[in-house]
């Protein structure tokens, strides 16, 4: 059975950063497409960053050249560093894998393509 917990977040000021993590386990890491996704609080989920089982990454615009997906396969873990955090980072950031197939890259950050959902862990970011 996949399961993925997340971790790393917390509360920064403006132009902080934090890395968030996303331990998987059941599976291995790069055998399936994986995503970070926020969602704030009466809003939709927004796909932040994927990342492909060929390594190939993807970002909303809205974190382009400050956030940065990666992986470690020997630790099996899925990271987010967020650097040059603003206000409007302020979110609950979830980890999803899809454990079925391989997402498009052009799909990365769309949630429908994902099974396997972490719990969430808050990003707090003030001005």
């Known amino acids: 059975q996949v399961q993925l917990v997340d971790s790393g977040g917390g509360s920064v000021q403006a132009g902080g950063s934090l890395r968030l993590s996303c331990t998987a386990s059941g599976y291995t890491l790069r055998s399936y497409s994986m995503g970070w996704f926020r969602q704030a609080e009466g809003k939709e989920r927004e796909g932040v960053a994927g990342i492909d089982t060929d390594g190939s990454t993807r970002y909303t615009d809205s974190v382009k050249g400050r956030f940065t997906i990666s992986q470690d396969v020997a630790k099996n873990t899925l990271y987010l560093q967020m650097n040059n955090l603003k206000p409007e980072d302020t979110n609950m950031y979830y980890c999803?894998?899809?454990?079925?197939?391989?997402?498009?890259?052009?799909?990365?950050?769309?949630?429908?393509?994902?099974?396997?959902w972490g719990q969430g862990t808050q990003v707090t970011v003030s001005s």
């Open positions: 999803a894998a899809n454990t079925r197939y391989r997402v498009s890259w052009y799909r990365l950050l769309i949630q429908a393509q994902y099974n396997s």
